[in-house]
């Protein structure tokens, strides 16, 4: 979470606990007793809407049966997984799952020969895939390229805070320092495998990788259901490749909607809608 | 100040309104002070929500239906020169182009050595831009129309000559079999051609400009377009080609991803099978 969430959220939290700071204004009975419950709940509510607004938001506006226009000719139903076109009479909705070929390269701490074994195998897995999937589907990367040596400084300012830690746990001597120095080892091993990457002259990226698929029917139901089905479908076709796969929705689904007719311009722009997959 | 916070800001002073009255409120009246601090804190979990969903909050409150529009414009136009597409976000116009990548290889073709380096020059191609650039693989359905049309024609062609074998008498009966192997030839592959659906593979990038005046943005995203075009042909060695008129649809609109015809074509048949 960045500075300006920890401020939403810190201002937010404040009313419930102004309320809290005066419940003798609500009596000693029952009132009270409501009262606490309902101030637990809505801080419940603001937690689950920081981490988990692509679960929360939806789930409201289903059941308030709440949809939106987002231009001219489109809809998002309720549940916000899908956006639906009319035309020609037919109702068309199309539906974005992430597809997350990151943790192939970065996330893992992978030895050569199986990246090398992964990437060379990729291209075929691929067309495997793609050639056995019998519905229009569409495999986007936004990607930017980034200053190879603001990246490097980064990793390395990384590197040295995890061996300061190193340091601190190699001290300490309590039982789980084992686990610590091994879970430390690990991030540093991960931070010196980029620096080494960006040393043999590879250029490091930012970018989001994400799967639309396109379905069709004669009412808007319809055409929700198929594209439903086939996102199940992607998911398991896709199993074998070892992508992270999940079907988008809330703000994700409109941003990427946006995305169709304006990619962000900038490389800042483009890293604050989606922190998680730079 | 940034309109989010403002409408933050606005929210979390109503709820905060709320709550006092509900504090000030004579406890005999603790109905309504409950009615009071539940609304309060609704506004809160709304001023919270408009951190994320701005785009939501801010018509939810003004328009207060359960369809709520967002925008009722048409979400791009096309350029005059029609290979641009431009939108507008905010106060800025955003300009798109659309370059088809015209790459027909196959991994399942290739030797180890070839699937490897083609890998890596497809890792090269996503970071030939310092601004983000969109790479897709799309798999459409081929809109057969045309192509059927034309055999319908060939076929009633066939059929005419067959109507015509009983006027001719010095047909041969050669003659007549190849008449009559041409109908029952085009009826076969028109039978193929539409019970199948075919699909169509297209590869291409996207840039975008953003600029105060469309033919700002316009000009840049077709100076961003030339750049990525000489990147993707020096990495790939292939000749791409920025994507004009009709052909942008078929990366923008669902009806060309899988054209009605085909539909109705499907529709049709299942309903005469039934």
Redesign the interface.
Same mark, same amino acid.
């Given at each position: 979470m960045n500075e300006e969430g920890i401020i939403f959220l810190m201002l937010s939290m404040l009313i419930p606990l102004i309320i809290i700071s005066s419940l003798s204004a609500f009596g000693k009975g029952i009132a009270s007793i409501i009262v606490i419950i309902f101030v637990l709940l809505t801080i419940g509510i603001l937690l689950a809407i920081n981490w988990l607004d692509y679960i929360v938001i939806p789930m409201f506006t289903q059941i308030l049966n709440i949809s939106f226009q987002p231009a001219q000719g489109f809809n998002i139903p309720p549940r916000q997984d899908c956006i639906i076109k009319e035309a020609n009479g037919l109702f068309y909705a199309y539906a974005y799952v992430t597809a997350n070929l990151y943790a192939y390269e970065f996330k893992q701490e992978t030895p050569p020969e199986e990246v090398n074994l992964k990437v060379m195998t990729a291209p075929e897995n691929w067309e495997r895939i793609i050639s056995g999937l019998e519905f229009p589907v569409r495999f986007s990367i936004i990607a930017a390229g980034l200053d190879a040596q603001n990246v490097r400084d980064e990793l390395e300012g990384k590197r040295s805070y995890q061996q300061f830690q190193m340091s601190q746990a190699l001290q300490s001597n309590s039982a789980n320092s084992a686990v610590t120095i091994g879970e430390i080892q690990r991030k540093i091993n991960i931070i010196q495998a980029k620096i080494d990457r960006i040393s043999h002259g590879e250029k490091p990226i930012a970018s989001l990788m994400y799967i639309t698929t396109f379905a069709v029917g004669v009412s808007a139901k319809d055409a929700e259901d198929k594209v439903s089905s086939q996102v199940e479908s992607i998911r398991i076709a896709f199993s074998s490749m070892n992508l992270e796969t999940s079907r988008l929705q809330g703000r994700e689904l409109y941003i990427l909607f946006q995305f169709e007719y304006g990619l962000p311009t900038t490389y800042q722009e483009f890293t604050s809608y989606f922190e998680q997959q730079t | 100040m940034d309109q989010r916070y403002v409408i933050?800001f606005g929210i979390?002073a109503i709820?905060?309104v709320f709550?006092v009255i509900?504090?000030?409120l004579p406890?005999f009246l603790?109905p309504l002070?409950?009615l009071f601090?539940?609304i309060?804190?609704a506004f809160?979990?709304l001023?919270?929500?408009s951190?994320? %969903?701005l %785009?939501?909050v801010s018509p939810?409150i003004s328009q207060r239906k359960? &369809?709520? *529009?967002?925008?009722?414009?048409?979400? %791009?136009t096309l350029s005059e020169s029609s290979d641009v *597409?431009v939108?507008k976000?905010g106060e800025n116009f !955003? $300009?798109?182009i659309f370059i088809e990548v015209p790459l027909y290889v196959? $991994?399942?073709e290739?030797q180890?050595e070839a699937? &490897?380096n &083609?890998?890596?020059q *497809?890792?090269?191609l996503?970071?030939?831009?310092? %601004?983000? /650039?969109?790479?897709?693989?799309?798999?459409? !359905?081929l809109n057969k129309d045309e192509y059927i049309q034309s055999l319908h024609h060939l076929l009633s062609m066939a059929q005419n000559d067959e109507l015509k074998i009983s006027e001719n008498k010095d047909l041969s009966p050669s003659d007549i079999n190849r008449i009559k192997g041409k109908v029952s030839m085009w009826q076969n592959i028109l039978d193929n051609v539409s019970n199948v659906?075919s699909?169509d593979?297209t590869i291409f990038a996207? *840039?975008?400009?953003?600029a105060p005046k469309d033919y700002e943005a316009i000009t840049l995203a077709q100076q961003r377009a030339r750049e990525v075009m000489s990147g993707i042909n020096s990495i790939l060695g292939v000749m791409p080609v920025v994507a004009t008129g009709a052909d942008i649809l078929k990366f923008?609109?669902?009806?060309y /991803?899988?054209p009605?015809v085909e539909?109705?074509e499907k529709?049709a048949r299942v309903l005469s099978d039934m």
């Open positions: - | 933050f979390i709820s905060a709550i509900a504090e000030v406890i603790w002070k409950l601090i539940v309060g804190l809160d979990i001023a919270f929500s951190r994320f %969903y %785009y939501l939810l359960r &369809f709520i *529009v967002l925008s009722q414009e048409n979400p %791009y *597409v939108t976000r !955003i $300009a798109t196959s $991994a399942t290739m180890d699937k &490897f &083609f890998a890596m *497809v890792g090269k996503m970071s030939i831009s310092p %601004y983000p /650039i969109k790479f897709s693989n799309q798999t459409s !359905i659906q699909f593979q996207e *840039v975008s400009a953003e923008l609109e669902p009806e /991803i899988i009605s539909v109705k529709l």
